[in-house]
């Protein structure tokens, strides 16, 4: 008996003892630590946003009227510059951003319509791809010219044709622009962001609809 009396005694004092621990205090780091810290901290955020910036998406302001009524001057894009690079080639009626062969510095907007190795040809306002006439449910005019593409083009295994949707006021594959190589893209537009009240996805149905 006693010597339960004694661990019950026992058991009460290591537990009122440990009430009365003191509070240990955690190190605080260095001021130097800190500052490193938070250097580094904002480091990675600046190399997360320019690698957004520069291989993800990219903010780009639209000029001219080239692709109206898809596109209207000054509306701001978000483009895709991650797919073309990492991961696929363009697809049609994709809406895409490139350089201009002899001026780099200049970017156009317009939309893929003839893919590597196809043919192309533009008759009577209906755009012919190997001989057989495609859906063209962006252009904004029903009856447009034909420029180069009034004779067939075959296109190149890294060659893509491109139309403004406004097919009567557009530079593009049927005048000077010519063909347009891989290497040339910046990306896909993939939504309009402003004007507020106009954002909104700019992937074709035909992709978004079509099996992965």
């Known amino acids: 008996m ?9 058991e009460r004092k290591r ?17 130097g630590k800190d500052i490193l810290s938070t250097v580094f901290s904002l480091a990675f955020m600046v190399a997360f946003v320019v690698f957004f910036l520069t291989c993800v998406g990219q903010r780009v302001a639209v000029e001219g009227t080239s692709m109206v009524d898809t596109l209207k001057d000054k509306d701001q894009l978000i483009v895709d510059c991650f797919s073309y690079r990492f991961l696929r080639n363009p697809k049609r009626y994709e809406i ?3 350089r201009l062969k002899d001026k780099p510095d200049t970017f156009y907007v317009k939309r893929v319509i003839g893919l590597p190795g196809e043919t192309v040809q533009i008759v009577n306002s209906k755009i012919l791809i190997n001989g057989e006439i495609i859906e063209d449910p962006y252009a904004t005019q029903s009856v447009f010219p034909a420029g180069s593409a009034e004779k067939a083009i075959t296109l190149g295994e890294d060659e893509y044709f491109v139309m403004g949707d406004n097919r009567t006021n557009s530079i593009d594959s049927r005048y000077a622009v010519g063909t347009v190589k891989r290497s040339q ?9 402003l004007p507020f009240a106009s954002r909104t996805s700019l992937i074709p149905e035909e992709i978004k609809n079509a099996a992965p």
């Open 2 to 10: 006693n010597s339960e009396e004694n661990s019950l005694k026992s």
């Open 15 to 31: 537990k009122k003892d440990k009430k009365n621990e003191p509070v240990i205090l955690v190190p605080q780091p260095s001021l």
């Open 96 to 98: 895409v951003v490139f």
């Open 185 to 193: 893209f910046v990306g896909r537009a993939i939504c309009r962001i």
